[in-house]
């Protein structure tokens, strides 16, 4: 029998997620419904948030934010250009520009010294991100927004049960999370919305479904009020319960879920020294909880003979999945062809640039034993002494 094929990722469901859709199946109520204001209160459990909206995407949230900040024509907003493209295609469907700002070399985090030269009269937000599982160095990044009056939001998709300085990721502030099916926590398809501004919790929560002042769902009356009545324009972001409940069951596993992931993670990290070429990803040394949403290495093809998509292609041969967490937005097809002409010259990221061209995911999940991650790094190591 050949060796089963190891993939990138699996999401964290069991028996009882499966079981508890199909009762939601059975209710004769899918869509944004009673899971869904649990899900949202298991999140501010979790969190300490005073306001969670869940959404179809974490990309929604993105969307509605920008939206209802009024960001548009001649604004600009600073993210990194290492993070997934759906930021910065929404930040340019709104009409304003986005500024890329580079990272760290080994964390592949933004940094407040980074993001500071890059603040004009135009900036209207700052979008870091917080990667792989790692948090950012928050406090300086928010007293920068403070010190020029700019709002912070921060792009959480990667950091459901990562904590900064001993808090969970989410409980200051405004944050966007992920319940992708990648992430650690899912939904399948889905996002959560957290913030401690009251008002723009309940614009959100009206924008996500058409505008209507009072949410689909009307925990009293198990229904849509009659007198609902449409107060703006919204759009249709809502999760369906089918979704909400698959992720409520995760969501009380998150410690276990997140256990698991750093047991495996560290055990690849102790592997992973003994490969010239090879390196991943560095921890932050100031004080955090890192949840490992990803596992990424750095392939010096200098050094290790091939570069990383032949790793990723030679993986596939042997059963193994692998990724790129990410190509930089600036780098992909549309942006090289028209951002300079719409917006000016991009500024250095050499930082960006270079992992740009090395990252790779190897595989991580939960159900991974220290067998698997022998067989990735034995992988790796075979593939480095072919080729050297």
Known sequence: MSTPFLPLCRPAIIEEDIQAVADVLRSGWITTGPKNAQLEQKIMDHTGAKHAVALSSATAGMHLLLYAMGIGAGDEVITPSMTWVSTV?????????????????????????LIEPLITDKTKLIIPVHYAGAALDLDAIYALGERYNIPVVEDAAHALGAEYQDVPVGRQGTCIFSLHAIKNITSA?????????????????????????????????????????????????????????????????????????TELALY?????????????????????????????????????????????????????????????????????????????????????????????????????????????????????????
Not at 316 to 327: D, E, N
Request: glycine share 6%; with cysteine; proline share 4%.
């Open 89 to 113: 295609n929404l930040i340019t469907l709104m009409g304003a520009k986005p500024v890329f700002v580079d990272v760290n070399v080994n964390t592949l985090m933004t940094t407040a010294e």
């Open 189 to 261: 398809e889905g996002g959560i919305f957290t913030t401690d501004n009251a008002q723009l919790a309940e614009r959100i929560r009206r924008l996500k479904f058409h505008g209507l002042a009072v949410d689909t769902f009307d925990r009293e009356t198990q229904g849509r009020a009659p007198q609902a009545e449409v107060a703006e324009p919204g759009f249709k972001y809502n999760m369906p319960d089918i979704c909400a409940v698959l992720a409520l069951g995760q969501m009380s596993r998150i410690a276990e879920i997140t256990q698991k992931r």
């Open 268 to 388: 690849y990290r102790e592997q992973l020294a003994e490969i010239e070429g090879i390196t991943p990803l560095s921890v932050p040394s100031y004080q955090h909880k890192h949840c490992w949403h990803l596992l990424i290495i750095r392939v010096d093809a200098t050094v290790f003979g091939i570069d990383r998509n032949e790793v990723i292609e030679l993986f596939k041969t042997k059963g193994i999945g692998a990724g790129i967490h990410f190509k930089a937005c600036h780098t992909q097809k549309y942006y090289r062809e028209h951002y300079i002409e719409k917006f000016g010259k991009i500024l250095s990221l050499k930082n960006t640039e270079k992992n740009s061209e090395q990252i790779c995911s190897l595989p991580l999940f939960p159900d991974m034993s220290v067998n698997d991650v022998n067989r990735v790094v034995n992988t790796l190591k075979n593939l480095s002494g072919k080729n050297k």
